[in-house]
């Protein structure tokens, strides 16, 4: 396995949920908001997202609400 490939499971792993109806398993980790995170500088971002630079507002919000641990802070928000 490699770095890229271990680092995008672990993201997947960390925050993924595919009932929450919220996007993808990549969309959803573009959304992050632990920038304490050690791999948040470089985890996997969506490439629809990377152009647009902002995450949805209802995506944030409902992940923020799903883990006390995760915040609105984010480069990705507008």
Not at 30 to 52: I, M
């Amino acid at each position: 396995m490699s770095l890229r490939q271990a680092i995008n499971n672990k993201c997947r792993d960390c925050i993924y949920d595919e009932c929450s109806g919220l996007g993808s398993w990549r969309q959803q980790v573009t959304a992050c908001t632990v920038t304490s995170c050690p791999l948040y500088a470089v985890r996997p971002v969506s490439k629809s997202l990377k152009v647009a630079k902002t995450v949805p507002h209802e995506v944030v919000t409902v992940l923020t609400q799903a883990n006390p641990l995760l915040t609105s802070q984010t480069p990705y928000l507008a």
